[in-house]
Nanobody, 123 residues
Framework: QVQLAESGGGLVQPGGSLRLSCVVSGLRFNLYTMGWFRQVPGKGREFLVAKSYRDRREVYADSVRGRFTISRDNEKNTVYLQMNRLKPEDTGVYSC????????????????WGQGTQVTVSS
């Protein structure tokens, strides 16, 4: 059974930082592209970033480029999202996802999802 479990969300002030973690089990982690998405009420999942399993290429959405950084530890089956200079508009539920595709920039490319962790940016 494939499981993805996010942690690290919470309440942070504007300009602050958080690091999210996603531990993956039940699949060969090093053969999956990992992505992070964000969702707010009434809207669909927003692609934030993906890191290819094949060439380790990282692709960022314009909204987070330069502020967020994805990394992965294949020994720990874990993917991270370091979020800096957070803004109120970054508030949402953050989910990690796994795709067998080399390039996966849309939620439809990801068959496996975590439950999500809430991030709230507010003073």
């Amino acid at each position: 059974q494939v499981q993805l479990a996010e942690s690290g969300g919470g309440l942070v002030q504007p300009g602050g930082s958080l690091r999210l973690s996603c531990v993956v089990s039940g699949l060969r982690f090093n053969l999956y592209t990992m992505g992070w998405f964000r969702q707010v009420p009434g809207k669909g999942r927003e692609f934030l970033v993906a890191k290819s399993y094949r060439d380790r290429r990282e692709v960022y959405a314009d909204s987070v480029r330069g502020r967020f950084t994805i990394s992965r530890d294949n020994e720990k089956n874990t993917v991270y999202l370091q979020m800096n200079r957070l803004k109120p508009e970054d508030t949402g539920v953050y989910s990690c996802a796994a795709s067998g595709r080399d390039r996966a920039l849309d939620s439809y490319a990801y068959p496996y999802w975590g439950q999500g962790t809430q991030v709230t940016v507010s003073s």
